[in-house]
């Protein structure tokens, strides 16, 4: 073989050793490229199901939210005296003055324009009537003390003191 023969059979081999790396590094940036964008396909999506997901969660905590409006909007309902639940509440009134040792008598009731206002008359010591008072204020009723009289009779004989007073309990309307 002449040295020119091998020279043009290195060169085919040299060109074709050439044509096979070119080949390879096409198909590897093909695959890089196609792998690389699948990637990118994937981030995409997981994040178009995190949105979603997101979405989904805030729909829920809505709907738990909007079951809490409504069950403090039921509470709030049923703290108001209207007819439905005035003998309820003429009856808690009564029994609160029981648990504390006041005598209470439920005079007239007048409606005005944003209410109910019960005259209350009660009778005993100061320490119960101002536990009665706090009973009224922490009942689960939305009502509010107007106006207090106090009158404090002292029987000398047996020393005791008994206060007695009229209350003006104001109720809301819904």
Do not use: C
């Amino acid at each position: 073989m002449t040295p020119l023969r091998k020279i043009l059979e290195y060169s085919r081999n040299f060109w074709s050793l050439g044509a096979v790396l070119i080949v390879g590094l096409l198909l590897i940036l093909f695959f890089w490229y196609g792998v690389a964008g699948a990637h990118r396909e994937f981030l995409q999506k997981n994040e178009e199901l995190s949105i979603i997901a997101a979405r989904r969660a805030n729909v829920l905590q809505i709907k738990r939210e909007h079951e809490g409006v409504n069950l403090l909007k039921k509470r709030l309902e049923q703290s108001f005296v209207t007819p439905d639940t005035i003998v309820s509440f003429i009856e808690f009134v009564e029994s609160s003055g029981r648990d504390v040792g006041v005598a209470v008598v439920i005079g007239n009731v007048a409606e005005t324009g944003d209410g109910q206002v019960f005259k209350i008359t009660t009778e005993g010591s100061y320490s119960a009537l101002i536990n009665f008072l706090a009973h009224l204020e922490n009942s689960p009723y939305l009502v509010k003390v107007a106006k207090v009289e106090f009158n404090q009779s002292f029987d000398a004989v047996s020393k005791t003191s008994t206060v007695r007073s009229t209350i003006d309990l104001k109720a809301a309307n819904p």
